[in-house]
Nanobody, 124 residues
Framework: QVQLVESGGGLVQAGGSLRLSCAAS????????MGWFRQAPGKEREFVAA????????YYGNPAKGRFTISRDIAKNTVYLQMNSLKPEDTAVYYC?????????????????WGQGTQVTVSS
């Protein structure tokens, strides 16, 4: 079992920044992929970014390119999502997830463990 706990969401004005954190515990997540997804009301869950725990290869979905950065701190077992230049359309619940398949995926269905989500609201 892997437990994931997100934090760092909140209300921010357009153009502002937030850093989300995802603390992992339980079964070791080394060699796995950690991803961030988001889901706005009435919309499907959307891939934001992923990182390979060992080696730190990163992958980004269209919403994140050029504005968001995913990173990890092995010592703290924590994955981060730095979000800059936020827009109102970034408003969503952001979820952290772990993919144990050792193959990066942008599909939510491929991820095995999920956090409870953290709300990000960007005001115009």
């Amino acid at each position: 079992q892997v437990q994931l706990v997100e934090s760092g969401g909140g209300l921010v004005q357009a153009g502002g920044s937030l850093r989300l954190s995802c603390a992992a515990s339980g079964r070791t997540v080394s060699n796995y992929y950690m991803g961030w997804f988001r889901q706005a009301p009435g919309k499907e869950r959307e891939f934001v970014a992923a990182i390979r725990w060992s080696g730190a290869s990163t992958y980004y979905g269209n919403p994140a390119k050029g504005r968001f950065t995913i990173s990890r701190d092995i010592a703290k077992n924590t994955v981060y999502l730095q979000m800059n230049s936020l827009k109102p359309e970034d408003t969503a619940v952001y979820y952290c997830a772990a993919d144990l398949s050792r193959v990066v995926s942008t599909s939510a269905a491929e991820y095995d463990y999920w956090g409870q989500g953290t709300q990000v609201t960007v005001s115009s």
